[in-house]
């Protein structure tokens, strides 16, 4: 069982950055390929970005290539997504997310699932 609680969402200005974080406490967080998910009002939850084990492989939506960066550090049992020049189509739920199957390009599979943190960008 992995426990995932993500932190760092909060209200930003269009054009501005966030850094969420998601912290799996427990000893096995270095096993897991993890990934960051989102959901808008009305729609449905959609892959934003995932990164291998080690932190060498990532995959991102074409929609937030560019402007975020995914990365962990297996010491702290976190992976980070830091968001840039956010857009107000951005706002959602944001979640975290892990599994086992290593291929970060596969946005399925995902396991394990945080409760989520809230990122509004206004305009």
């Known amino acids: 069982q992995v426990q995932l609680v993500e932190s760092g969402g909060g209200l930003v200005q269009a054009g501005g950055s966030l850094r969420l974080s998601c912290a799996a406490p427990?000893?096995?967080?270095?096993?897991?390929?993890m990934g960051w998910f989102r959901q808008a009002p009305g729609l449905e939850r959609e892959f934003v970005a995932a990164i291998s084990w080690s932190g060498g492989g990532t995959s991102y939506a074409d929609s937030v290539r560019g402007r975020f960066t995914i990365f962990r550090d297996n010491a702290k049992n976190t992976v980070y997504l830091q968001m840039s020049s956010l857009k107000p189509e951005d706002t959602a739920v944001y979640y975290c997310?892990?599994?086992?199957?290593?291929?970060?390009?596969?946005?399925?599979?995902?396991?394990?699932w945080g409760q989520g943190t809230q990122v509004t960008v206004s305009s």
């Open positions: 997310a892990a599994k086992k199957d290593p291929w970060v390009f596969n946005m399925l599979g995902y396991n394990y």
């Open positions: 427990g000893g096995t967080f270095s096993t897991y390929t």
